[in-house]
């Protein structure tokens, strides 16, 4: 009970960011070289003449959640002691990543973004010595996560992966609600040509099975049924689902994504959901399995949608290309972590 009442979520909260951070850091991960010189000679480089605020920005911000919960993590230790830790694990993260990057041909090892990544490392740790107290055993976040989430370390996985299925909207060429995309990871064309016809009845398909299946996935990582925590998640995933239209797409469509077919499937799914909530928990993890399948194998007979895909082109350049690099990798493998997160579930309630 000790253990359970201390929680994990902000150590489980804090590997997976550094995990993202090294992927978005050296995507696309191909194309690497041993060229002439040392990894470590960009310390010692005068900084860029011309330097892009933007970069500088982002640079901050993306360190900032790795601050902050790494400070959570060390909650009830001297503050002096957390920002040291919080500092010596922003610089090693951060100068592992600017050596690796030398041996990247698409990547340039700088100074600048280890002095600035360092930085937003130590204001959101600054930021964790305050607000870190959320994940107290007190603190709203531990009382909410008390009173509507399993127990154990897998009710704060289910809730890193359902923050994993918000990532997936943020990603604009998939259908809504479409994961498991396998075809770019092996390089792999679409089964079918497009046509309008075609694509509005697969983007159909998708959109209700991925509405179940994600609403059946929040219900088993729940204590008690609650429908309307439901369709406050999938609510979640279509305003970020819009936010990507409006941000990735040239020129902004934040509506991108409600076509004929999504719409017709986001009811049917929204209708079936609301029928399946009401079985056993032991039916739901079945059907949950069931739709996560049937979802991720239409996701892979879509057919590429060439408008789409022109829209996203433009922008294939700077800090998007990584970012855009990371939601393709998640919206690929997020099915089968669920897949596996609800086989692990299975396991334990039998014992």
Known sequence: MGADRRGRLPPYLCASYALLILYVCLFPLAGWQTPVGSPFSFLFEPWQKYISYSDVYLNVLGYLPLGFMLAATLRGQHAVAVLAW?????????????????????????????????????????????GGRVFAPDGWIR????????????????????????LTQLEPRSPLFGTGDLRFLFDLPAP????????MLLELAVAAFGTVSVGLLVLRCMCLRRFHVVVLVLLAGLGLRSLAGALFLVPPDALQWAGSGAWRGLLIGLAALAVVSRLPRW?????????????????????????????????????????????????????????????????????
């Open 192 to 199: 079918v040509a497009f046509s309008a016809r075609r694509y």
């Open 283 to 351: 039916s739901q993890h079945s059907l949950a399995s069931l739709t996560l399948l049937c979802a991720t194998a239409l996701m892979n007979l879509m057919p590429d949608n060439p408008f789409i895909d022109a829209s996203v082109r433009t922008l294939q350049q700077g800090h998007f290309l990584s970012f855009h690099g990371l939601t393709r990798l998640t919206v690929a493998v997020w099915p089968f972590l669920a897949l596996v997160f609800l086989s692990a579930q299975a396991t334990l309630s039998r014992r």
């Open 143 to 166: 009382r909410w996560r008390e009173r509507y989430i399993q127990p154990g370390h897998l009710g704060e996985l289910g809730l890193i992966l359902i923050a994993l299925w918000w």
């Open 86 to 130: 919080v500092t010596l694990v922003s610089f090693t993260l951060s100068f592992s990543v600017e050596c690796l990057q030398y041996y990247l041909p698409s990547r340039i090892s700088s100074n600048l973004d280890l002095a600035t990544n360092v930085l937003g490392g130590v204001l959101g740790g600054m930021a964790g010595l305050w």
